[in-house]
C-alpha cells in the first residue's frame, strides 16, 4: 500500500510539471465566455469561419461563471496573459474600460461600415464610454413583465396593468397568504425601471451628483416598502438573485414578475403549468426596461487586435451571430439576424416569442444603463441602503439621505 | 469505566445525529427525485426515487476525467502534508533559538485569507512554472499549519520518558520520528489526512485560477460548469454534491478504521 | 513498528564523553538546532511563497493607487483614512466579524460535549463519529444552498417545524432580515464545522494516555474532577487550535455567505473577508482591498495572541496535571 502511494505521488508530480506553459508569441487568440460552457456546436462555427480568414491561428476558449470571471480575468491581466476577447454582462466592462484596460473598438467600427451597420445603433451605444465604443453586443435582452394569468384571473383582473398603480392595484388584489403580487430581479440596476416609470432621476444631468433623494422618491420606496411588509411584494425581490424569484415565480405563487426574457425559459423548464395562455409577456407601463445584455469587449493586453476584431465580427453578425441566437435561445445584436431567429423561435419554441417580442421594442426607453466609471461602487453604495428601506429595517428618508451621501462621495473620489 | 448507564449518551448522540443528519438526508432524497425545492409543503419521504441524475453528471461533464486529477491532487496534498506537517510539528515540540518566533510567524500566517493572496500567488506560480499542472495545484495546501499544530499538540503529548529512553539508548533523531513517535501519532496522522483530503478535494477558487487547460480540471471546477448547464438547484446538483462527498466519507471511514480504532492499545504500549 | 531500542553506538558515544562533554554537548546541540531548521523549512517555504509575500503585497500595495490596469501611484494613508472615516460599510463588516468569531466558542463547547460523548467506550462510536463529521467534508457550495432551504420563509424546513409545533403562526424570513441573517448564517456555519472541532478535540482525547485516568480513578477522583484535572489540562492545545480556527473560520466562511445571502441584506451578513474579495475583484479596488487586508490582519494576529494568553502562555504547550 506504502509503494503504491509513493508510486502514485511521484507520477503525479511528474504528470503536474509535464504540460508547462505555452509559449508568449504563439498564434493564438484566447476567447473567454460568461457561463456558456454548452454553446460548442455555435462556438466550433465561429473558429470555422475564423480559420478561413486566419488558418494559421489558433483559438483557445475559456468558460467561466459571472461570479468567477472577474477574479480570474483580472489576475490574468495582472499576469500580462489576460484573454484577448471577453463576453461581459451588465457594467462589468466601465471598470475596465475607464481605467484603461480595453481596446477602444471605434476606429474598427467606423472602418467597416458594413458590419457596423448591420447593429442596432441603441444597442451598441450600451457600450460607449466617454465618445469611445468598447463592446459589441454578443446577445441581447431586456426587462419586461412576466403575468402570472391565472392568479390574475382568480383574484377578478381582466386587464394588463398599464401604470405603476395599475401593477400595485393588482399585486395587491394577487396577494394574500401564500400569495404574492409582484417580483422584480434585483441585480445590477435591473429593478430600476419602477423607479424610472415614477420619473425618479438617478443623477443630475451632467452626471457629477445624486438626484434621486426627492420627495417623490421617499414616497415611492415608502409605498414599496408598505407592499413589501404587508406580503404584496415578495422580499425575495430584494434579497435573491436569479434562482430564487425565477423559482418562486414557477412555483406559481407570484403574480407578476418583472424580469428579463431569458427567465421564461428558465421558469418553463422548472414548471409544466407554464404556457402562452398561463403566462402573459409584456412591456413594461411606459416602456421602460434595463438591458440586461452581453458584450464582447477586447482586452488591451492583446498581441493580436486585427484577428480578435475579425473573430469579434463572425461572433456578433451573420452566420456566427444566428448560431449564438439558436444555440442559447436568445436575440443578438445583428437585425438581420434577429429577423430569422424570431422565425426560428416561432417553429422551435413558439411559448418564448411573445416575451422576446418585447425586446426591441421601447429601446429609447432604456434606463439603470448609465456608463459610470464607478459603476460598481455606485451600486454598494445605493443598493444595500434601499433595501434597508424597503425591508423596513430603516426609516425611509434616512435610508435616501444616506444613499445620497454615500452616491456623491464614490461620485467625487478618485 | 462501565459505572454510568449507557442509554443517556445514545439518546444525546442520537439527537445530535439527527440535527446533523437532516440537511444531509434532503440532499440525498433530492438527488434521488429531483424536487422543486420551492414546493410546499415539503415532501418528506422520496416519491418515484430515480438514479437519473447520478447518471446526467456522469455524462454532463467528464466526470471521470476530473476525478482523476482531483485524486491525482488530493495524493499529493495528503502525502506532502503528513510528511511536512509532521517534520514541522515536531520541530515546533524541539527548544530552538527563535522558536517562539517561528510559532507566532505561523500563527500569523494563518490570519492571511487565500482571497488576498490570489494574485501574488499567481504571479509565484506561474514564476516556478507550475501554471495549468497538478503540481501547482497542490502545492499552495501541501502544508497545513493548524495540522502543523495538531502534530505538535500530539507529539507534546508523548511521556518524554519515552523518548529519552530512545535517546539515551542512542536511537537517532529521524529514527525517533519515525520509529516511535509516528506509530504513536496515529490519531494526528488521521486527522492530517482526513482534513489534507478534504480540502485539497473541495478546493475551488485556486485551480480556476491556475487552471486554464480544460482537461486539467478538477472536480469541484466540473460542479461550477455543471451548474451552468443546468442553472438549477434540484437534483442533479445534488447528485454531484453527493458524488463529490463519497470519496471525502470513505477517506474518513478508512482513516477511522486504519489509525483510530487501533489506538487505545497502541497507545500504551511504549 | 515497535520502537528500535538495539541501535546504540555505545563505545564511541563513550569515548567521545571522555574526550569532552561539553565541546560534545554544543556540537550535538548544534546538529539539533540544524535538524530543526531543515524540519521546518520546506514548511516554511511553502507559507513564504504563499502567504507571507503576498500579505508583504497587500501591505505595498495598501499605500498606492493601483489596479491591474494601471501602474502604481504613492497614496499615502488615502485608503486607511476613507476606510477608517469615511466607509461605513467596513464598521459593519468588522462588526459582524466580531459577532461571527464571538460565537466560535459556542460551536467548540458543542463539539467538545459531543467528542466527550463519541470518546466513551459505546457501542456504534465511530457510526457517531462519521455521522458528526459528514457535514464538513461536504463542500460547502451545497452547503449553503442546503441551508437556503432550511430557512426559507415559505417553504423551509425550520419554519415548517416551527409552525407545526405552534412556535410561531408564520414563517421567518431569516435570511431576508436584519435581524436574523447573520444569526442563521452562523448556525449554518456551526453545523458544518463541528465535525471537525470534534475531530480536534477527539485526537486531543485521545493522545492523553488511559494510565492517567486508571491512576486518578484508583486515587478516587470523580468523573468531573478527572475532566477538571486531567482531560481539560491535557486537551489545552487542542482546545486552543479550536479556537484559532474559530478565528480564521471566518475566513473558510467566504462561500457559505457568497451562497446564502451574498453578503446581505445590506451588509447585514457581510464579513471582512468578503468586503475583501468583492471591494478587490468586483470593484476592482485592489489597492483599498489591501488596506482593509492589513487592517483585517492585524486584528486578527491581535486576537489569536490574546486567545494564546487565555490558554495560558506559549502556544500549544502541555503543563500536565492540574
Known sequence: MKRLAAALAAGALALGLLPGMAAAQEKKITVMTWNIPYFEEGFQVWVDEFKKLHPDFTVERIDMKGTELPTFYQTQVVAGTPPDIVDVQGGLWLEYASQGGLTDLTPFLERDKDYTGRLYPEVLANWEYEGKNYGVPLYVSKTLLFLNRKMMQEAGITKDPESFDEIMTAAEKMAGGEKTGLMTLNFDWLYWPLFAMNGVEFVNEAGTEAAFNTPETVALVQRLAEATQKGVIDKISWTGRWVEPNGAFAAGTVGMLHAHAPAYLWFQSKADWVNPETVGAINLPGGWSTPNSHALIMSKGTKWPEQSWDFMKIATSGAGAKAMGTGTNNLTGDRAVNEELMAYFAKEIPAVVPALETQFQNLDKLTGNWPFAKDAALKEAFYPELQAAVLGEKDVKEALDSAERKVNRVLSSR | ?270 | MAPRTDTAPAPKTRRRVLEGARTFASRKRTREIGLVWLFLAPSLAIFTIYRIVPLIWNGVLSFQFWSPYKPAEFAGLYHYEEMLFYDEAFWETLWNTLIFMASAPVGIALALGVALLVDTPIRGRNTYRTIVFMSYPVMTVAVGIIWQWLFNEKVGLINYVLISLGVIDQGIPFLESFTFALPAVIVASIWQVIGFYMIILLTGLQSIPPSLYEAAAIDGAGAVQRFRRITLPLIRPSLFLCFVVGIINSFTAFDLIFVMTGGGPGHATDLLVTYIYSTAFRLSKFDYAAAITVVNFLLFVALAFLANRLAGGEAGAVKPGG
Not at chain 2, 35 to 52: D, K
Not at chain 2, 115 to 140: C, D, F, K, R, W
Not at chain 2, 150 to 155: D, E, M
Not at chain 2, 240 to 249: A, D, E, I, N, R
Request: proline share 7%; hydrophobic share 55%.
Open chain 2, 1 to 270: 469505566m462501565h459505572r454510568y448507564p449507557r442509554w443517556p449518551v445514545h439518546v444525546a448522540l442520537l439527537a445530535v445525529s439527527t440535527i446533523m443528519l437532516v440537511p444531509f438526508y434532503w440532499v440525498l432524497k433530492t438527488s434521488l427525485t429531483g424536487e422543486n425545492i420551492f414546493a410546499f409543503p415539503p415532501a418528506l419521504w422520496p416519491e418515484n426515487p430515480h438514479p437519473f441524475f447520478y447518471v446526467d453528471v456522469w455524462y454532463a461533464i467528464p466526470f471521470f476525467r476530473y476525478l482523476v486529477n482531483s485524486v491525482i491532487v488530493s495524493v499529493v496534498v495528503v502525502a506532502a502534508n503528513v510528511v511536512l506537517n509532521g517534520m514541522a510539528g515536531y520541530a515546533l515540540t524541539r527548544d530552538f533559538p527563535g522558536k517562539a518566533t517561528t510559532i507566532l510567524l505561523f500563527l500569523s500566517c494563518m490570519m492571511i485569507p487565500f482571497q488576498v493572496t490570489i494574485i501574488p500567488a499567481y504571479l509565484i506560480t506561474s514564476e516556478l512554472g507550475l501554471l495549468n499542472s497538478h503540481a501547482g495545484m497542490a502545492l499552495p495546501l501541501s502544508s497545513t499549519i493548524v495540522c502543523i499544530f495538531i502534530f505538535k499538540a500530539a507529539f507534546e503529548a508523548i511521556p518524554k520518558s519515552l523518548i529519552d529512553a530512545a535517546r539515551i539508548d542512542g536511537v537517532p533523531d529521524w529514527m525517533i520520528v519515525f520509529r516511535i513517535i509516528m506509530p504513536l501519532t496515529k490519531p494526528a496522522i488521521a486527522t492530517n489526512v482526513i482534513l489534507s483530503f478534504i480540502w485539497s478535494w473541495n478546493s475551488f477558487l485556486w485551480p480556476l485560477v491556475i487552471i486554464r487547460d480544460e482537461t486539467m480540471q478538477t472536480l469541484p471546477l466540473g460542479l461550477s460548469r455543471f451548474l451552468s448547464v443546468v442553472e438549477d438547484t434540484t437534483g442533479a446538483l445534488y447528485a454531484f454534491c453527493v458524488m463529490v462527498l463519497v470519496p471525502g466519507l470513505v477517506i474518513f471511514l478508512l482513516a477511522q478504521k486504519e489509525f483510530v480504532s487501533g489506538l487505545t492499545s497502541g497507545a500504551t504500549k511504549g
